[in-house]
Every structure is written in structure tokens, then in C-alpha cells.
């Protein structure tokens, strides 16, 4: 693996969750419309359940089959790779059948007790095969992750996200004249339609892959000839730290979903009003903030196995080079999508749900971006370190500030829904810095104060007052064009403009390499020569 492949295979996965993000992007402002902020709500309350259930029947399962697999193979080990691919696929079907079994059964129970509003009960059963469906869908991520294969992933993602959209709003159109309830389990239930989408494209290009990698069976003659219950011991080892890490996420917003509608009581709200308020954070502000994970999240999963062939060889220059690489390119994403989330904060919420009330929740909520993608990138390096106890440590201690914070912050009416947002910041900033601190002890992973922070920072100042600048003039044409247009015009040339001052800033200040430019695939090349050419790069 060269030193910027992990890049491309990020780059590769970016691309497909781009297109995933734009999918649910629409379906958010489309469902907001059809079903209001209530509705929304009901949706979003089946989300914090299934997410805690899906993460045990998964169990980290995914991230130690593609180790594993990558391990087996740089040993020219196939049969070994594919034998614990089997185990874990079983395994994975298996637990994803109780718990789905667990969920529809018991919908009405979490409801209850967990979402505190009976009527969420549908929804929580209707989203409820969707479980087994991802876990057999991701023990195949796994293993073609493994490989060094992201296409496979990349395309099952765009497709499991379309069939997600497509059944959703197709059943929210149709159940909606039976009631909010009913809608919200349509909504919900495109969950399963979507994986099994995503499961059957995997399915096909296996198939397609199958006959060559069995060939290579058949032509080794020796390979891994450990007893399952070795290699279910493997995988446990390595899935279970894991698997409390992936826990801690759901669990987090569980506790939202437990405790913030009813400290929005306390602070003076009714059981309607709360689950707007609720709403208009879990599904327009939080959704919104995430966006810029689509990347981070990518690079988490090329890090894992780019990491851990550093750690065998021995390499250890190599492995700050990475984890000094992946942490750059952290922050030049996060810091300018932070400040432009805070600064269009509303104008984004008035454009996307026609909704100015939840620019609170999201300029408040958007100071987290910058935590947030950090804390996943670094998780990416300690687990592929074979440290993935580090990550949850820190999760942990986040957590346990924030949920304090919500409690506390929530009931004040000065700051109700925007206390839970920050209190969110500040978990996740706790949380991101014990990260980084970890890695750097563990990898001395240089910082380079100048290049990660410095210029970023620098180029995101100037982004910010064009922004300003650009969505200040446009909004006076309210005038002319009416407040919804100009307010559309304004927000996408303001964040045009915004993104186009922060490249050619970082470009005049050094901030953007010829080695970043060549990293993206394919077009990487040409793009440096171009950039060269317009006299953007420096020697």
C-alpha cells in the first residue's frame, strides 16, 4: 500500500457518501414537509433504539473481519481469509435474527419506556427487519473492505440508500391519510427495503468475484487450519472493544431521547411542543452536522487496515506519516464546515425545511463538526493501532460531561434545545482531545501546529467573511424576488462562494500540496498539472 492509497480508497467511499447524503438530505426536507416536525419526531424516536440494537448484533463484527481478512491475505493465506469470513457471516445472521426478533416484539415496550410517546411503537416494529438485513449486509462490506475493495461498498451504500428513500416517501404518501403514526412507520420501514437493496448489489458482485477467488483457493494448497472456535475467539477479541465503542454512540442519543423531552417540560414545554423541539435537533440540525462525517468516516475505515500494515511491518514512520495525513485532512474539512454551518445556520434550515427555529439548534450544534469528524478519524488510528479500548475510554468521559450538561442545560428555558446542542459540543470536544492526545503518545504523531491548524483556520476567517459578505448583498433582493428565492439565491452562492475563497486561500498560503492533489484518483493527476499550471502550487 503506497502512501496516499488509503486516501484513494477514502476518496472512493466520500464519493459514494456524497451521494448517500444528498439521497437523505432530500428525503429529510421532503418527509419534514409531509409530516411535520411531530412526525418527525415519531421517525426519529425509532432511530435511537434500533441503532443501540443494531450496534450489539453487529458487535463490531465488520471492522474485525476486514483486519483479519487484510492480515490473512498479506500472508497469501485465501483460505484462512475466507474461512473467517464464513464464521462471521454466520455469526452475524445469527445474532441479527434475535435482535430483530427482540426489536418487533418488544416495540411497544421501548416506546413506552425509551421514547416515553406509545405511538412511536410502529415505527420501532416496522424498522425492525432491517437489523438482520445490515448485519449480513456488512459482514460483506467487511470482507471486501479486506481486500482493499471499496467499490463494493461504495455502490451498496448508494443503493441501499436509494431503496431507503424511494420505499420511505412512496409509504409515507401512501399510510399518511391513516394518521402520523402509521406515516412514521412507512418512513421507517424503508430501513429494511434499502438494505436489502444495498445486500442484493453485493450479492451480485460476489457472484461475479466468486469463481476467480475460488480459483485462487483451489491453486493454495495450504492455508488456515484453525478450528472455529479459534477463529469465533479472533474475532471476539478483537470486536468486543469495538462493540462497546459503536455502543456508546446510540446509547448517547437514548439518553437524549429519555431525558431531553422531559427536561423541555420542565423548562415550561407541552408533550407536542417537546417533540418539535426534539425533532428539529435529531432530524434537521444533528443530520446537518453529520454531513461532514461522510468523510471522516471513510477515512476511519481505510485507516483501520493502512494502519495495521504499518504496525506489522514495523513501520513506524510510516504510521505517523498516516496518522499525521488523516488528522490534516480532518481539520481542512471540519474547521471551514464548522464556521459555515454556524454562520448559515438558519438561512440552511429556512432553505432545506423552511423552518428558521431549528437555526438555533444547528448554529449551536455546529461548533461539534470540528470535535466530531476528529474524534472519528483518531478512532480510526487507534483501533487500526490494535488499541480500539482507547476510543470508548474517551467516548465514555464525553459522554458522561455531556449527559450531566443536558440535564442541567435542557430544563433552563434561557437555553431548552440549544442546551442539549451544546452540551453535545462540549462531550464531543472532551472526547476528541483525549483522542488526539492518545494518539500522539502512542505514535508521536507530529502535530505540525501550522499546517493542521494555522492555515486552516486562516483560509476558514476569509471563507467566513465572504460568506457574510455574499448573503448579506443577496438577501436585499427579498425586494424583487420574494424572501423564500432570494434567501435560496443567497445561501447556495454564499456557500459557492464560501467554498471557492477557502480553496484558493489555502492554495496561496500553501495550505493545499501537490502529494494531496495526486492522492484523489484518477483525476488526482491532472488536477495537480492544472493547479501548476495556474501557478497555485508552490515549487
Not at 412514521?184 to 453485493?202: E, H, I, P, R, T
Amino acid at each position: 500500500m503506497t502512501k496516499h492509497s488509503f486516501v484513494k480508497g477514502a476518496v472512493i467511499l466520500t464519493m459514494a457518501g456524497l451521494s448517500v447524503r444528498l439521497m437523505g438530505a432530500v428525503f429529510r426536507v421532503v418527509l419534514a414537509m409531509l409530516i411535520s416536525d411531530e412526525g418527525v419526531g415519531l421517525f426519529q424516536m425509532a432511530y435511537p433504539v434500533y441503532s443501540t440494537l443494531l450496534a450489539i448484533s453487529t458487535a463490531g463484527i465488520p471492522i474485525a473481519i476486514s483486519k483479519l481478512v487484510a492480515e490473512n491475505l498479506a500472508r497469501d493465506d485465501y483460505h484462512g481469509a475466507y474461512r473467517i469470513f464464513r464464521v462471521a457471516l454466520v455469526i452475524l445472521a445469527l445474532f441479527g435474527l434475535v435482535i430483530s426478533a427482540v426489536l418487533f416484539f418488544g416495540a411497544g415496550f421501548f416506546a413506552r419506556t425509551v421514547g416515553q410517546d406509545p405511538r412511536a411503537a410502529l415505527a420501532l416494529a416496522a424498522i425492525s427487519p432491517a437489523i438482520f438485513l445490515v448485519t449480513v449486509l456488512s459482514a460483506y462490506r467487511g470482507f471486501f473492505q479486506g481486500q482493499q475493495q471499496m467499490m463494493p461498498t461504495a455502490l451498496s451504500q448508494i443503493a441501499e440508500q436509494f431503496g431507503r428513500v424511494f420505499v420511505a416517501l412512496l409509504l409515507v404518501v401512501v399510510l399518511l391519510p391513516r394518521g402520523l403514526e402509521q406515516a412514521a412507520a412507512g418512513a421507517s420501514f424503508g430501513a429494511a427495503a434499502g438494505a436489502l437493496a444495498g445486500l442484493l448489489v453485493l450479492l451480485l458482485i460476489w457472484g461475479k468475484q466468486k469463481p476467480s477467488f475460488m480459483e485462487g483457493l483451489r491453486r493454495q494448497r495450504k492455508g488456515n487450519k484453525a478450528p472455529f472456535s479459534t477463529i469465533i475467539y479472533q474475532i471476539l477479541t478483537l470486536s468486543v472493544p469495538i462493540t462497546l465503542g459503536s455502543l456508546v454512540l446510540p446509547l448517547i442519543t437514548i439518553v437524549d431521547l429519555s431525558i431531553v423531552p422531559q427536561r423541555l417540560h420542565s423548562a415550561g414545554f407541552d408533550t407536542s411542543r417537546s417533540t418539535a423541539l426534539y425533532g428539529q435537533l435529531t432530524g434537521m440540525a444533528g443530520p446537518l452536522v453529520h454531513i461532514p462525517t461522510i468523510i471522516t468516516v471513510a477515512l476511519a475505515i481505510s485507516l483501520v487496515p493502512a494502519i495495521s500494515e504499518a504496525v506489522a511491518l514495523k513501520r513506524i514512520r510510516q504510521i505517523q506519516d498516516r496518522s499525521y495525513l488523516a488528522v490534516r485532512m480532518t481539520l481542512l474539512l471540519g474547521l471551514p464546515a464548522a464556521l459555515g454551518l454556524y454562520l448559515l445556520a438558519e438561512p440552511i434550515t429556512v432553505l432545506l425545511f423552511q423552518n428558521a427555529e431549528a437555526g438555533a439548534a444547528l448554529a449551536t450544534m455546529s461548533l461539534g463538526v470540528v470535535f466530531l469528524t476528529l474524534f472519528q478519524t483518531t478512532s480510526g488510528i487507534l483501533q487500526g493501532l490494535g488499541r480500539p479500548m482507547e476510543p470508548v475510554k474517551s467516548l465514555i468521559y464525553g459522554a458522561l460531561v455531556k449527559t450531566a450538561l443536558t440535564w442541567n442545560l435542557t430544563a433552563n428555558a434561557a437555553f431548552h434545545i440549544r442546551g442539549a446542542a451544546l452540551a453535545t459540543v462540549i462531550g464531543f470536544g472532551l472526547a476528541a482531545v483525549l483522542n488526539v492526545y492518545r494518539v500522539h503518545i502512542l505514535t508521536g504523531m507530529p502535530l505540525y501546529a501550522v499546517n493542521t491548524i494555522v492555515k486552516p483556520l486562516a483560509a476558514s476567517g476569509g471563507m467566513g467573511a465572504a460568506v457574510v459578505f455574499v448573503y448579506r448583498r443577496l438577501e436585499n433582493l427579498h425586494i424583487l424576488i420574494g424572501p423564500t428565492k432570494a434567501n435560496a439565491l443567497a445561501t447556495l452562492a454564499s456557500i459557492a462562494t464560501g467554498i471557492l475563497v477557502y480553496v484558493l486561500i489555502l492554495f496561496i498560503i500553501g495550505g493545499i500540496k501537490r502529494q494531496d492533489l495526486e492522492a484523489i484518483p484518477r483525476v488526482g493527476p491532472k488536477l495537480a498539472e492544472i493547479a501548476k499550471k495556474l501557478f497555485l502550487l508552490r515549487g
